[in-house]
């Protein structure tokens, strides 16, 4: 059994395939022997899930504060319970989202202060970020449209296109701040091309 560890973020906007697109580049790296847990935000713990259904409810009024909050609460107890025991147990760990999805939501699109995102950051994620993270790119419009046609309409997919148009523009930013740890990968292509790509990142630069 390969003993190689990390911690992997799977980062986009709706509709890029960061799901299917995790899922099945966890089970590449269990192919290739390595131990995996693939998790995802908000959730990956039963706490998680139920702050989950409070988030996207799509009929709850959140203060954008409360919202901001509640990622962090969902993501406080993530760390804790999934994320820091698999890394000391030496697992690679795959999450579907984690706090650049928090930058570019509730920073850049909801206008809330940077400062206050760092803030929480430094208090609830004990050290723990992302080694590598592959930032899924494509159209707007036309990932919303991907998730209208999968029935999916949470409380952000009611959002307004201007609103996801700068979430995007928020994980633009951040893949320009972090050249070395985010991967932006071409999500409009087909699902075993995008696949491809992210495999042979991977391959080429993780040591
Ligand atoms: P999902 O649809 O990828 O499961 O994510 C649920 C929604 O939560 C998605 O619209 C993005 C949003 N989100 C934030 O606004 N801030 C965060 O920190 C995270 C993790 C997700």
Do not use: C
């Not at 959140?62 to 804790?80: F, I, K, N, P």
């Not at 950051?121 to 449209?145: A, K, W, Y």
């Amino acid at each position: 059994m390969s003993r190689a560890k990390g911690f992997i973020s799977f980062e986009g906007i709706e509709g890029s395939g960061k799901s299917t697109q995790s899922r099945l580049f966890a089970d590449y790296l269990l192919g290739k022997g390595h131990d995996v847990v693939h998790t995802a935000e908000p959730g990956g713990t039963d706490i998680g899930l139920k702050i989950r259904k409070l988030l996207l409810e799509p009929n709850n009024h959140m203060d954008a504060l409360t919202e901001l909050l509640l990622y962090y609460a969902s993501r406080a107890q993530h760390v804790q319970e999934v994320i820091l025991p698999a890394i000391r147990e030496n697992k690679i760990v795959i999450t579907d989202r984690f706090t650049d999805s928090t930058v570019a939501y509730q920073g850049y699109a909801r206008g809330l202060s940077m400062d206050i995102i760092q803030s929480l950051n430094d208090i609830v994620l004990s050290d723990v970020t992302p080694d590598m993270t592959f930032l899924l790119d494509m159209d707007v419009r036309e990932g919303l449209r991907r998730n209208r046609d999968a029935m999916k309409e949470d409380r952000f997919e009611l959002e307004t296109v201007a609103f996801h148009e700068r979430v995007r523009q928020g994980f633009h930013e951040i893949a320009e701040k972090e050249p070395g740890r985010i991967k932006i990968i071409d999500a409009s292509k087909s699902k075993e091309e995008v696949t491809g790509q992210i495999i042979k990142v991977f391959e080429q630069s993780w040591h």
